[in-house]
T-cell receptor
Framework: EAGVVQSPRYKIIEKKQPVAFWCNPI?????LYWYLQNLGQGPELLIR????????DSQLPKDRFSAERLKGVDSTLKIQPAELGDSAVYLC????????????FGPGTRLTVT | GQNIDQPTEMTATEGAIVQINCTYQ??????LFWYQQHAGEAPTFLSY????GLEEKGRFSSFLSRSKGYSYLLLKELQMKDSASYLC???????????FGRGTQLTVWP
């Protein structure tokens, strides 16, 4: 069974530029998560989808971050414009459902903003 | 709110046993996860506890005491490949969200 796929794995951009990350969850997983992980910290939830619906986006900085999951499968996370403080690893995870279900993580995208 | 505390670093030698503690405070508790994360890689699931007691899975065991807001991960017969960060994560039932601790970086020496 294929795991969670993310691309790109690494991205270097200048501040004020836009950037987008893509995630393909495990087949059949209705719940999709985007997390941000800073060095030496645990992942922090940005947004959670149940199928196409964003059911928890309270932690997403909506002035510059946006996300979509149009057909309830793949998802894209965008930052526009990027700031120096956005440098981090962006992790995508999926699960069969929310709550007590195990989350499967992708390898992440390491973003460096210069 | 949520407050998850675990040691930042631990070291141990091959073949030894190590216990990584995690304490938490949360508004609504619906289970606790342990994940392993090697440097530059994705977190991978180790264990899930929702009831008090010990869950054993091979060399790894996890314990939960809900009344004390306390869990530990026990790693036996340590191997070099066990060097990684171990993340404690609490499932908050009020918000339906998983909260992660900052992770405990375990280094296993030969």
């Amino acid at each position: 069974e294929a795991g969670v796929v993310q691309s790109p794995r690494y991205k270097i951009i200048e501040k004020k530029q836009p950037v987008a990350f893509w995630c393909n969850p495990i087949s059949g997983h209705n719940t999709l998560y985007w997390y941000l992980q800073n060095l030496g910290q645990g992942p922090e939830l940005l947004i959670r989808y149940e199928n196409e619906e964003a059911v928890d986006d309270s932690q997403l900085p909506k002035d510059r971050f946006s996300a979509e999951r149009l057909k309830g499968v793949d998802s894209t996370l965008k930052i526009q414009p990027a700031e120096l403080g956005d440098s981090a690893v962006y992790l995508c995870a999926s699960s069969l459902g929310g709550g007590s279900y195990e989350q499967y993580f992708g390898p992440g995208t390491r973003l460096t903003v210069t | 709110g949520q407050n998850i505390d675990q040691p930042t670093e631990m070291t141990a030698t091959e073949g030894a046993i190590v216990q990584i503690n995690c304490t938490y405070q949360t508004s609504g508790f619906n289970g606790l996860f342990w994940y392993q994360q090697h440097a530059g890689e994705a977190p991978t699931f180790l264990s899930y506890n929702v009831l008090d007691g010990l869950e054993e899975k091979g060399r790894f065991s996890s314990f939960l005491s809900r009344s004390k807001g306390y869990s530990y991960l026990l790693l036996k017969e340590l191997q070099m490949k066990d060097s990684a960060s171990y993340l404690c994560a609490v499932n908050d039932s009020t918000l339906g969200r998983l909260y992660f601790g900052r992770g405990t970086q375990l280094t296993v020496w030969p």
